[in-house]
């Protein structure tokens, strides 16, 4: 049986930014995920994984130097070293207790994903120690990717070895901009200086894909500095740039700022000018060679530069996901650790799995989340879900579809639906037309 959509009614001009989650990274939303359902969602890990399933491993590393007005992230500028390898070992501790599951099947991680936070904050001493523990307990060595985000500020020559060593094959460096003002006053840690240094290290070490990423519409951003970022980005020819759209969501510093002082309306870009501004950056990377690979993502080499994180989870991947706060999907369901630092480890400690919250996936909502999720990459295969799910998604979501045909942005050409550039800079926003009512108009977190 299948949830009736409503018939979604057409989007009115979205302006100014407001307050709220705009990205949409998962489904269903977060804020529908609870306690109560965390005694059945644990059952799925003594279920052996479906046939061809890959299997990921992220790694949340919370630490950083400061917290940037915009994070939402769960993350902690405020721990000692001590604390740091303590968090450490419990990452190591958390890992073998899944070990005999019957969810991992004798399955090895097609990909890893360390990320934050800043997981370049660690020493490179506590990177190698944290990195073979991990290996003994669930080796990678043939992951076809191993993604590292990083801060800028935070390497050195000795450090990007290290990653390398430890087999890191996609670094990510969090640029963002390269204003020193606009990096200010948005809370980075991070300087203009620093990122030409580091990216030329990054280059000597051998890293086989560099990414670079982007935020259009930071609080002070002018039309002028972001052409300069566009273009300095293209000048550093990296393998893969990702763009993301500025937004404000409650648990943020912008927000608290805002609520203090009666704003209705974040002081950043609206979002007319932020999809202009990702459409202008994304044209001059295309006339430089680049492909445009999903809403927020431009790759030099499509054949070389793959994001097997973001391809494989959005097709139904299993995630095991370690550290504080951190998500996993397993098996069809969702499940999330402790969100609090002193939580999460002291369950660690007494040899509990840290799961807080839940959420059993039906089949239609698995089939919802793994379609909206890859309509963020532009294209969707009607064919791929007739052989996963046995659904056409062309009947299934015949009214969301005809209302995004009827406005332009959507296009049907033989298997694929496709949307147009217009209708890919704002997908988030549309991506709500393909829940079930009950989960519309809510709070995404």
């Known amino acids: 049986m299948t949830t009736e959509l409503a018939r979604p009614l057409p989007l009115a001009p979205q302006k100014e930014t407001t307050p709220g989650n705009y990205f949409v990274s998962n489904y269903p939303p977060f804020s529908f995920w ?28 919370p630490f950083c130097r400061k917290r940037c007005h915009f994070c939402y992230f769960k993350v902690y500028t405020d721990k000692n070293a001590a604390e ?3 968090y450490n070992s419990d990452l190591v501790r958390e890992l073998e207790m899944y ?28 990177l190698l120690a944290l990195a073979e523990e991990l290996k003994r307990v669930l080796p990678w060595d043939h992951a076809e990717e191993v993604t590292f985000e990083c801060e800028p500020g935070t390497l050195n020559e000795s ?15 969090g640029v963002e901009n390269f204003s020193d003002h606009i990096l200010e006053i948005n809370g980075r840690a991070h300087r203009s200086p620093e990122i030409q240094r580091v990216y030329e290290f990054a280059r000597s070490v051998g890293f086989p894909r560099i990414n670079i990423d982007l935020i259009a519409g930071m609080v002070e951003e002018t039309e002028e500095n972001w052409r300069s970022c566009v273009e300095k980005t293209l000048a550093m020819s990296p393998d893969s740039v990702t763009i993301y759209q500025m937004e404000i969501p409650y648990n943020t510093t912008i927000y608290q700022r805002m609520k203090a002082e009666g704003r209705l309306v974040a002081p950043v870009a609206d979002w007319e000018t932020k999809r202009r501004w ?38 139904g991947a299993d995630l095991l996901s370690l550290g504080v706060a951190s998500f996993s999907h397993i098996n069809g369901v969702h499940l999330q650790n402790e969100k609090d630092f002193e939580v999460y480890t002291s369950r660690i400690e007494r040899g509990e799995m840290p799961i807080h919250r839940g959420y059993v996936l039906t089949e239609d909502e698995r089939l919802i989340r793994e379609t909206i999720l890859q309509f963020k990459l532009g294209k969707v295969s009607v064919g791929y879900f007739q052989d996963k799910f046995g659904v056409d998604i062309r009947e299934r979501f015949e009214q969301p579809l005809a209302s995004l045909r009827e406005e332009g942005i959507l296009r049907v050409e033989g298997d694929d639906l496709n949307l147009t550039r217009a209708g890919l800079l704002q997908v988030d926003r549309l991506l709500e037309r393909f829940f079930p009512s009950a989960h519309r108009s809510a709070r995404y977190t």
Do not use: M, N
């Not at 965390?38 to 479906?50: F, G, M, R, T, Y």
């Open 99 to 126: 070990t005999g599951k019957a969810f991992l099947g004798g399955r090895r991680p097609l990909f890893v994903y360390f990320g934050g936070g800043t997981p370049s904050y660690l020493s490179a001493r506590q």
């Open 84 to 86: 740091i390898q303590d």
């Open 159 to 173: 450090k990007l070895e290290t990653l390398r060593e430890i087999g890191v094959t996609r670094l990510s460096l």
């Open 34 to 61: 609870t306690p109560e359902q965390v005694p059945k969602a644990l059952e799925v890990l003594d279920c052996s994984p479906q046939p061809e399933t890959p299997l990921g491993l992220y790694v949340h590393i």
């Open 278 to 315: 990702v459409s202008e950056a994304f044209a001059a990377l295309e006339a430089a060679g680049y492909a445009i690979g999903s809403a927020y993502t431009a790759v030099k080499d499509p054949t070389r530069a793959r994001f097997l994180y973001r391809d494989h989870l959005w097709r």
